[in-house]
């Protein structure tokens, strides 16, 4: 059989998996389970890291730029310019752009086909879509991008994977906070993670939170809201899946390739919970390991590095309390603010051991909150 990829799923990290396959000149198919693909409308921010992956203008998805955060705890304030703004981007707007490229490079789109069931046959795999009656489709080598709930990495011994609940909703921009700002509250009482306003330029933003469970998001964003006086204009909702170190995004190596890209695969920040440009990051690696026939391609290994860096993070940060958040944000000191300015979130593990040189307090406070967790766990 003739070499032919299939990606499955048609949002950002699928359709940059088509593209990337496209524009190296290999016969690809991407197959999406909605029949009238039309993507909600969903407010994210990304790192401008998003403009060197995608390689090309993100004009047409875009609706904001932001040079300032403002982290807020219940008792300390801490602010970070960034020397290069964050992109504030419509996900259906970007999701749109992709697809129109990865056509116009040779990608063939198909919609309303939902995968039901994946069978490695010799070289290749056989592909089962519900539509009306079943179809089957073959294919040398299988991308499963179709997020949380993957059924390419069901039938093919997948991770399986942690998830969190995300809410947000759009209000009119807050006047106390300026359309190129966005503010940060840390409160434990509402959240393990944190709440966001992120404005989509002067008119509105999107306010939002991350929990453990659909019940937990609604009942802290609604309380949030109404502690502020905020009405909401549009809510927009999901699950995404959360990064470990022992996930791997390889799939199978014998008979047909396949791998797992974006959320399929946990290729989530879990500081942020952030997945767009890591999902692009994933893909990009995958397209590396297709092109140049490689396991493990320079790519994924730096993303893998990066993940896990945010993991780890994200295990300490989730034993805080309110009181160390406080002792965070107040003791940001002006080189750790300078580093945090110059390197972006999806670039952490290259500045990680200048800002622990230069915040010795965050290392002592670290070490505090896990001297004190590790006694609790004794008693
Ligand atoms: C409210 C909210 C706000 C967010 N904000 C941000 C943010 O500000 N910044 C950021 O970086 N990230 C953010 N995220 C996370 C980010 O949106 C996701 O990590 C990212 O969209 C994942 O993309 P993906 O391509 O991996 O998967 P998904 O977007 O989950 O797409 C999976 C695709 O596969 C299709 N599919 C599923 N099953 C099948 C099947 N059986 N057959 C065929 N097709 C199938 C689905 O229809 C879908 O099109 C947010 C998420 C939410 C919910």
Same mark, same amino acid.
């Given at each position: 059989m003739e070499e032919r990829w299939a990606? !499955? &799923? /048609? @949002?950002? @990290?699928?359709?940059? /998996?088509? %593209? #990337? %396959?496209?524009?190296?000149g290999i016969p690809v198919d991407l197959y999406e389970a909605e029949v009238d693909w039309q993507p909600t409308p969903r407010t994210l921010i990304v790192t401008a890291e998003i403009e060197r992956v995608f390689g090309e #203008?993100?004009?047409d998805a875009l609706l904001n730029r932001i040079s300032r955060f403002e982290l807020v705890s219940k008792g300390a304030v801490a602010t970070i310019m960034l020397r290069e703004p964050d992109l504030v981007i419509d996900r259906a707007r970007f999701m749109h752009l992709l697809a129109r490229l990865a056509q116009e490079k040779g990608a063939r789109l198909h919609f309303g086909y939902h995968? $039901?069931?994946v069978e490695p046959e010799g070289? &290749?795999?056989?592909?089962?879509?519900?539509?009306?009656?079943?179809?089957a489709i073959r294919c040398t080598g299988l991308i499963g991008a179709d997020g949380v709930y993957s059924v390419v990495s069901k039938h093919l011994g997948g991770p399986s994977l942690n998830t969190f609940s995300l809410l947000q909703v759009r209000v009119p921009r807050p006047p106390d906070v300026p359309p190129d700002t966005v503010r940060v509250w840390f409160d434990?009482? @509402?959240?393990?993670?944190?709440?966001w306003l992120i404005p989509e330029g002067e008119e509105m933003a999107a306010v939002g939170l991350i929990a453990d469970s659909p019940a937990q998001a609604k009942d802290s964003l609604e309380a949030f809201l109404r502690s502020q006086g905020w009405e909401p204009v549009e809510y927009q909702a999901g699950t995404v899946s959360s990064h470990s170190p022992k996930?791997?995004?390889?799939?199978? $190596?014998?008979?047909g390739r396949a791998f797992l890209v974006g959320d399929a695969t946990g290729q989530v920040k879990v500081t942020t919970v952030g997945g767009v !440009?890591?999902?692009?990051?994933?893909?990009?690696? +995958?397209?590396?390991? +297709?092109i140049c026939g490689v396991k493990s391609p320079k790519a994924w290994r730096s993303l893998k590095r990066e993940l896990d860096l945010h993991w780890l993070i994200r295990r300490i940060l989730d034993m805080f309390t309110d009181r160390d958040y406080d002792d965070l944000l107040a003791r940001l000191n002006r080189q750790g603010e300078h580093i945090l300015s110059s390197c972006n979130r999806d670039k952490m593990a290259s500045a990680i051991f200048r800002l622990m040189a230069a915040q010795p307090e965050w290392l002592a406070l670290g070490a505090r909150v896990l001297g004190r967790s590790l006694v609790k766990g004794w008693l």
């Open positions: 990606v !499955v &799923g /048609a @949002s950002t @990290s699928g359709l940059f /998996a088509a %593209l #990337n %396959l496209a524009q190296a #203008n993100l004009n995968l $039901e069931a070289e &290749g795999f056989t592909l089962h879509f519900a539509q009306g009656k079943t179809k434990r009482d @509402s959240t393990r993670f944190f709440l996930i791997s995004f390889n799939l199978r $190596e014998k008979g !440009v890591a999902g692009l990051r994933g893909a990009k690696a +995958v397209a590396e390991a +297709v």
